[in-house]
């Protein structure tokens, strides 16, 4: 049902975190956190502030590579490449890695390693569950945005049983108390489209991505009957054929990818994130490659993932403004404009004189990170963008990716010393 906004109340161990979408997002979105955010920005309210990188409003969030919808990435620079490989040092065989410069956009310059090697891209692989409801938005309602805003703003959710079982903590807002709540999302919890999106994008809930996909299947299936009853909405996930399901989950996941320019055999998000949703629609397989993450970034910044307004919604939502992890979090980029998705997969076995922690896997350590960098915030005289996936075992690869990211941003400030470009414009 739709209710108006201000009525919205608010091993193998997989992990994702970082909060996103400008702080002044409140008024235009209805994303409560947000709102708690800008009162701790302003000292309203008890908290830690955000860097000057974090500050940018929404109308500064843009795409920045609209006027150049021919552009390709280059073939890779050799030396680009080896100074690149030479940041990684004996553990390169363990990261697959695309850096594309677009400090000057007159000499793009690109270089990777071992980026066309697949791996399970994590919570990374959210990035196609945002694309997939922005392309079924668009498919219903073609010619008016205004419709896809109603429908991400004034769609409330109850969270139900696709939300189990998730460790991953959300800021929700209670608007009558105002004041926030922290904690996993739990059965009955109510927020709008916008925030179960934003719940999945910046805390990167797996329970708020299952309910997300929950809804681009009854979206894709009922159309403009969206939002249903909850009662047709179990009839359809109990009633349908699980062939059928499945066909359903990959016709607003995974066909998008292929619609959008990107080649589903490099990256794919094959099932739901919650073992619930994978009880009620299978699924499939998830993979993606570096050179494929950054293909989809370069497509977002010229607005050809679905339009420019699904393509820049997409970006805000990645606009990172509070806690920066992994490889947002190196103090060399607090003064940067972070979009970034981050995702792991660790695993662990018996091993003597080996002690299993966070991000520290023997049998599996994924960690993978996408970020578009525009340094500093306001200037934009540095930009690139970065695609990591890594599987270093024994070794703390949060820290890994952070140290990897200030490596990476001197490069590209040694890259610009001599001979300083004027702003993207």
Not at 190 to 200: A, Q
Request: hydrophobic share 40%; glycine share 6%; charged share 25%.
């Amino acid at each position: 049902m739709r209710f108006a906004l201000m009525l919205a109340i608010a091993a193998v161990v997989p992990c994702g975190q970082v909060d996103a979408y400008p702080l002044d997002g409140y008024a235009s979105t209805g994303i409560g956190r947000l709102e708690e955010a800008r009162r701790v920005q302003e000292g309203l309210l008890p908290g830690v502030k955000q860097p000057k990188g974090a500050l940018l409003p929404t109308e500064a969030v843009d795409l920045r590579l609209l006027e150049h919808p021919d552009f390709q990435i280059p073939a890779p620079d050799p030396e680009f490449s080896m100074a690149l490989v030479a940041l990684l040092g004996d553990r390169a065989g363990d990261y697959n890695l695309g850096v594309l410069d677009l400090s000057d956009l007159a000499h793009p310059v690109y270089a990777e390693h071992r980026a066309d090697e697949a791996r399970n891209p994590g919570s990374v692989g959210k990035l196609l569950v945002g694309l997939g409801l922005f392309q079924t938005l668009a498919d219903v309602y073609p010619d008016d945005i205004q419709a896809r805003l109603d429908v991400l703003r004034n769609t409330v959710i109850t969270a139900d049983d696709f939300v189990i079982s998730d460790h991953h903590t959300v800021r929700m807002w209670d608007r009558d108390g105002e004041k926030l709540i922290r904690r996993p999302l739990e059965v009955g919890d109510r927020g709008t489209l916008y925030e179960y999106l934003d719940w999945m994008m910046s805390a990167s809930s797996n329970a708020a991505a299952a309910t997300v996909m929950k809804q681009m299947m009854l979206l894709g299936h009922f159309g403009r009957d969206y939002p249903v009853s909850d009662a047709a909405g179990k009839s359809l996930f109990k009633d349908t054929p699980r062939t059928d399901l499945n066909a359903l989950l990959a016709t607003v996941i995974q066909t998008p990818v292929t619609r959008n320019g990107l080649d589903l055999t490099q990256f794919r998000q094959g099932s739901f994130f919650t073992a619930t949703g994978k009880r009620y629609v299978p699924g499939t397989s998830s993979y993606g490659t570096a050179r494929e993450l950054m293909r989809y970034l370069v497509r977002l910044e010229q607005g050809k993932l679905v339009d420019a307004f699904s393509s820049r919604e997409i970006k805000r939502l990645l606009y990172v403004t509070e806690r920066r992890i992994r490889y947002a979090s190196t103090p060399t980029l607090m003064p940067a404009a972070v979009y970034f998705k981050s995702g792991s997969l660790y695993e662990c076995r018996p091993e003597p004189d080996f002690r299993c922690l966070k991000y520290h896997g023997n049998v599996k350590n994924y960690m993978n990170s996408v970020a578009i960098i525009e340094a500093p915030a306001a200037e934009r005289r540095l930009y690139y963008l970065v695609a990591l996936m890594s599987n270093v075992l024994r070794r703390n690869s949060a820290v890994d990716h952070q140290t990897l990211a200030s490596r990476i941003h001197k490069l590209i400030e040694q890259r610009h010393a001599e001979a300083p470009r004027a702003p993207v414009q």
